[in-house]
Nanobody, 124 residues
Framework: QVQLVESGGGLVQAGGSLRLSCAAS????????VGWFRQAPGKEREFVAA???????DYSDSAKGRFFISRDNAKNTVWLQMNSLKPEDTAVYYC??????????????????WGQGTQVTVSS
């Protein structure tokens, strides 16, 4: 079992930046691949970024070049650096973790553990 707690959300103007954090507790965090997803009002949750146990990364088309996922296993923390934010990035952002594997990293169903989410609002 691993518990995930997101933080760092807030209100930012378009073009600004935010860094989301996901603090993990429980099992050895380095054993887990992690992902970020988001859900905008009235929409389904969608993939944003994923980071494997080692160096593998994956990004949605909307995140590529603007968002960057990283981790520090010693701190049991994953970050999502979000730059050049747009109003359409407004959503609740969720951190997720999976115990093994990399295939299907963009799919919600492969992640067993989820945080409660943090709200990001981008004003125009």
């Amino acid at each position: 079992q691993v518990q995930l707690v997101e933080s760092g959300g807030g209100l930012v103007q378009a073009g600004g930046s935010l860094r989301l954090s996901c603090a993990a507790s429980g099992r050895t965090f380095s054993d887990y691949a992690v992902g970020w997803f988001r859900q905008a009002p009235g929409k389904e949750r969608e993939f944003v970024a994923a980071l494997g146990r080692y160096v593998s990364t994956d990004y949605s088309d909307s995140a590529k070049g603007r968002f960057f996922i990283s981790r520090d296993n010693a701190k049991n923390t994953v970050w999502l650096q979000m730059n050049s934010l747009k109003p359409e990035d407004t959503a609740v952002y969720y951190c997720a973790a999976r115990a093994s594997g990399w295939a299907g990293a963009s799919k919600e169903s492969v992640y067993a553990y989820w945080g409660q989410g943090t709200q990001v609002t981008v004003s125009s």
